[in-house]
């Protein structure tokens, strides 16, 4: 089954359109009466902007702008929103490359006619090709937020288990005592053999000699 991979008719002016929404305020509902009335794009072919941003996640399907078309309003982290809605909006690509953003034009072109099935001259594919490339110049892939889970903290406060463990003193009257507790880990080679003897005196060996108190 062809990937349904998002496009504009007029590739040109999806960076335009993304520029003006940084510039306008975040409307109750993105509609077609906001893109020609605040924004200025007037005509069928900007239309295709407004479902190219729903599968983007920057608009929900009733239409109402979403945290991340907020976040792309913001200078401080709208090229990183966009590189978030962008890896969203071309999940197949990114799921046959994840570094499909870092590919020339011409091997991201061959990528997306295996995604659709459409031949090297269609339509479709340049329009594709070109709305990535226009919006990818906008956008952020690189930046990483690293958060630490709770999991993370509790592998940080683990003990290795062959660190010396210091005990707390013990006070008996006047006398104080500290002692140090040790944990080891004995690898034993065993030797090759069938005699039940000798299994017998290598472990009375260690009972005598190392796991007495």
Known sequence: ?????????????????????KEASTPETFSQDFLKTKLGFNG???????????????????????????????PTTSAKSLGTAMRQAYRELFSRNEYC????????KGLVMEATGEAHDSKKVENIVSTFFNAKALAD???????????????LKTTKKDEPVL????????????????????????????????????????KENLLNE
Not at 101 to 108: P, V, W
């Open 1 to 21: 089954m062809a990937a349904d991979i998002p496009y504009l008719n007029a590739p040109g002016s999806i960076g335009k359109i993304l520029e003006k929404i």
């Open 44 to 74: 069928g072919n900007y239309l295709t902007f407004i479902p190219w941003a729903k599968k983007a996640g920057l608009v929900n399907s009733d239409g109402t702008p979403t945290s991340l078309y907020k976040q792309f309003r913001n």
């Open 101 to 108: 953003n870092e590919l020339d034009r011409k091997a991201f």
């Open 141 to 155: 892939f690189d930046s990483k937020q690293v958060t630490m889970t709770s999991e993370g903290i509790k592998e």
């Open 167 to 206: 005990q707390p003193p013990i006070s008996s009257g006047s006398n104080k005592q500290r002692t140090i507790g040790l944990n080891y880990t004995i690898n034993l080679v065993l030797p090759k053999t069938d005699d039940p003897a000798i299994f017998n005196a290598i472990f009375k060996s260690l």
